[in-house]
């Protein structure tokens, strides 16, 4: 079948930080490939430590070089360039204009002594080389997009003068300016309440179908993710550890992190059971340090069905959907349970 | 000086220098300590002070002679530095290396002390301060806005003067009072911001006194900046009683310090510069010394630099 | 009073904490603004059972859990355990009290004190109330005492000795937790006790809750913004807009047929890790408002979604009235839900 090529494609991406006094290397992020096709949501899921800040950050080439580096053969390429390989001059013309990043914070991702209009006039003037007349007119039509009453008001104050959710929303604008084609949304909403969350995301999908945009939405909650994302890819220790479409995910996750994930979320829609509602279902252990992943398949320790070779081998990413119906390619797992099913027994 | 003189001087370097070895491998096991020995300027700083309190600490055995002692009144005045006297004499005919050893005791003992006068009073205040605010904060924070107005040296000079002759101790107690305003602003800075931590909450919520909160709780993480503000006060106070020495306001002669043997010194000047000018070195050296320790310690114990 | 007639452990009443804003004359006169943090807040909760105090940023849950203890002064209102008038207790009662109620706070970097080992901060609160002292047969009880409370918490004894900046942040949570039960109090505030922690750790966290309330008997009062968490640990739930609670009821009633137009967008908001589900969802329009000026009339008609919104709502502010049994609702039109 013929697809979209993908927008972007991230190969055996691996980025390590240097410790200080030989606590050894950090393997934040140890062999990571995904695509992001034209238009669509992909969304990264994983909690603290497993790598998905340090993804995104390395896409726009925007980690630290010491004591971060990104290891040579990994490969990001970005409508079809190479990303990293690029030129500063290149790599510039490419951030903020083709790929956006947006943060968590608002508040410190925000120039606390700029106007919002001069900060979302910035990113015109510099890419698309507007009068700072027009860059202003710019900023007003933006603040207008993202839904802030008053733009041409608002346009003139400072960041401290806004709520939280007004300031996720000039930081949407100040990313979509130039209309890029690829947003990434790093734990967007995490740091707001939950009635400006969902402001937040109607917003994100109403101006992802507007302007014809993707999203690489990487958050640890996983209700988010069944509300916007097409396709989900999770990660722990560093690596992918399952991806596959929202749907299939949720239905038939197969990876055991994944099962565990979800099963330990309380849930809104579980029936309330009253003084008998039993314990959650909970993933015995810790997430394992950067410095000191362990042996064979990361996941095994903390993993209710690890057997020997769980231990022994680290698995790769294997197609669930190989000889099966369902497209190839569209469910991978890095677990053996995908090549022997069988010892997928129950959880004691 | 006779050979024993030298090796107990060099008995000295090379207790100073244990120390600073001693002080660096314990300092590897933990990030603020690495971090304090990335300046440059830090062991040496170490070292000079290590070199010095040794120096004050073993005066008997590197001097050869007493400080008071005028050796030769009528042959020996500002003779040039020599062999038996390696750093010369002064107008009265003083051994200066002598003097200078056993100067050390009290310039050195005199800076220490007072800043501990002056911490102390400055944390208590400062704690106080921060911790209960309202009329208690405002009230104390007048009295160091006054404190900060005054022109120290002119008021120690005034009571100096009053008072007529003043021992040691007492130009300890006073140049403390003197002192302490600066510290208590900055403790108390640092316990505004402690008290709305959570673990005071905590320590509150478990039924812990103000005073527990105080002295368990909030100074100990206020430590880090009355340190720094510490070292780097000791060399202030040198300068203060160097200064108010050479004014004839401070160590009364014939005891030896750094600053009346440069008040000693200097109207010889010109034909005999080494009485006036080792002493000096040697407070500018300890400063030095003292400065390139406070700046490596504020950056050490900086607690916002994360470690990788 | 919901579930019937035992006696309440806690009972709070028209509990009111106003912190002012900046004052005239160079901090000597009266404040010109007035932050209404927590403006009439009333409910009990009974021995044995856990209260979920649930609302967004600014509505002044946490400081109704801290009022309650007195971590903060309350400015009226009435608050009494087990019969004992909170209060009007002087310093020296207070500090008995407080073994009997105590609190687990949100963030587990900042909860604990930097410089001392676990050990110290678990041994302290035993100090305090001399519950083992400190000579030669009370040391070897408070080694004993600490080694069961770890025990308890789940974690190692070897723990003792660490510093909180060795520790995970479920670790130090743990540890706030056993710090909070040294006293062996009956009443617990859990001022968001698992907002910080990763999923995997929550849900650890979560059931060493339950576990403990179980085995200690005790009262929780939980706050909390996650109403999914809450729905799991909750007898009983209020919720809180600008100060005031604005429904309360028995945690089924409220989650399957709430009453306040606020708590049904909040539910409907919460986003459900079920990508099928047929969502309807409800944006509000606007900010979360700040409790500096609350709106006239009801405190949340700027926001509020329902049709029949009208002018009895921007003047008259409805009262927390019971619209079913065991069930409050502060809306004039809570017998016509959203």
Known sequence: MTEPSPLLRVRDLKTYFVTEHGSGTARAVDGVSFDVRPGETLGIVGESGCGKTVTSLSILRLIPEPPGHIRPGSFIEFEGRNILTLEPRELRAVRGNQIAMIFQEPMTSLNPVFTVGDQIAEAAIVHQHLTSAAARRRAIEMLQLVGIPDPAERVDHYPHQMSGGMRQRVMIAMALVCHPKLLIADEPTTALDVTIQAQILELLERLQAELGMAVMLITHDLGVVAGTADRVVVMYAGQVVEQASTVELFARPLHPYTEGLLASVPRLDAPQQGRARGRLHSIPGQVPAATAWPDGCRFHPRCPYAWDRCRAEEPPLLDANEGREGEPGTHRARCWLVAEPQRRTARP | ??????????????????????????????????????????????????????????????????????????????????????????????????????????????????????????????????????????????????????PRIFALLVVVALWGHIAVPVLVLLIGLTGWFATSRLVRAE??????????????????????????????????????????????????????????????????????MIADGLPKMAVAPWSATFPGLAISLVVMALNAVGDALRDALDPRKEAV | MPGGGRPSLVAVQDLVKHFPGERAWFGLGRPRTVVRAVDGVSFAIQAGQTLGLVGESGCGKSTTGRAILRLVEPDGGRVTIDGLDVLTLGPRELRSLRRRMQIVFQDPYGSLNPRMTVRQMLVEPLVIHRIATGASAGAADAERRVAALLDEVGLNATFGRSYPHELSGGQRQRVGIARALSVEPEFLVLDEPVSALDVSVQAQVLNLLAELQERRRLTYLFIAHDLAVVKHIADEVAVMYLGKIVERAPAGVLYAAPRHPYTTSLLSAVPVPDPTAQRHRIVLAGDVPSPVRPPAGCPFHPRCPHPKKNDRCRTEPPALREVAPGQLAACHFADDPL
């Open chain 2, 1 to 150: 000086m006779n050979v024993w003189n030298w090796v107990a001087l060099g008995g000295a370097a090379v207790a100073a220098l244990v120390v600073v070895a001693a002080v660096r491998r314990r300092a590897r096991a933990s990030v603020s300590g690495r971090r304090f020995f990335r300046h440059p300027t830090a062991a040496p700083g170490l070292f000079v002070l290590a070199f010095f309190v040794t120096i004050a600490l073993a005066a008997p055995l590197v001097a050869p002679y007493q400080p008071y002692e005028q050796i030769d009144i009528d042959h020996l005045q500002n003779d040039a530095p020599s062999t038996r006297y390696i750093l010369g004499t002064d107008p009265f005919s003083r051994d200066v290396w002598s003097r200078l050893a056993y100067g050390a005791r009290i310039s050195l003992g005199i800076g220490a002390l007072a800043m501990l006068v002056a911490m102390t009073i400055g944390a208590a205040v400062g704690a106080t301060a921060g911790y209960f605010r309202r009329w208690v904060d405002t009230a104390l924070m007048r009295l160091v806005d006054v404190g900060l107005a005054m």
């Open chain 2, 191 to 260: 316990v505004l911001s402690l008290r709305e931590r959570e673990f005071v909450a905590a320590a509150r919520a478990i039924g812990a006194g103000p005073g527990r909160v105080i002295v368990r709780h909030v100074l100990p993480n206020a430590a880090a900046p009355i340190i720094v503000s510490a070292a780097l006060g000791i060399g202030n106070v040198m300068l203060l009683e160097a200064g108010l020495s050479f004014l004839g306001m401070g160590v009364p002669s014939p005891a030896p310090s750094w600053g009346n």
